[in-house]
């Protein structure tokens, strides 16, 4: 009886209508919806703060998963095996070497988000071009 009282009320019906109007939205959309600062308008701390999410995004998507695979390839041997501690925190081990290595090395994909998050459309690239033609 509660089931076909709960059915009546369209709750599933609502559940719809929200995943699609949410799936309808771009993220490229809310970036650049007027509300977003750009990054002449940020404060310092507003540019590192964004900076450092698009370290933690790099660490967590890219880095952290190679290093879990070499973690748990089949080149792992007992030798060097550190017992429980090394079960244990591990993984802690791996988040904390892939946000450092993040943080100490110059990946071009952390200034390209810190870009996109900021607004900077006017991005000239410096160095070397790869002349794949000649």
Do not use: C, W
């Not at 750009?38 to 701390?45: G, K």
């Amino acid at each position: 009886m509660q089931m076909s009282a709960i059915s009546n009320l369209g709750f599933e019906q609502t559940v719809t209508d929200a995943a699609r109007q949410s799936s309808q939205v771009s993220f490229a959309s809310l970036l650049n919806r007027p509300g977003v600062a750009r990054e002449a308008q940020m404060s310092d701390q507003q540019k590192s703060d964004i900076r450092q999410a698009a370290q933690q995004l790099v660490s967590s998507a890219l880095i952290l998963p190679m290093l879990q695979q070499v973690r748990e390839s089949s080149l792992k041997s007992e030798l060097f095996h550190g017992g429980f501690s090394e079960d244990a925190f591990g993984a802690q081990l791996d988040t904390e070497l892939a946000d450092r290595m993040v943080a100490k090395s110059n990946f071009p994909i952390v200034d390209a988000i810190y870009r996109k998050m900021t607004g900077q459309t006017d991005f000239v690239p410096k160095g070397k071009e790869l002349n794949i033609h000649g």
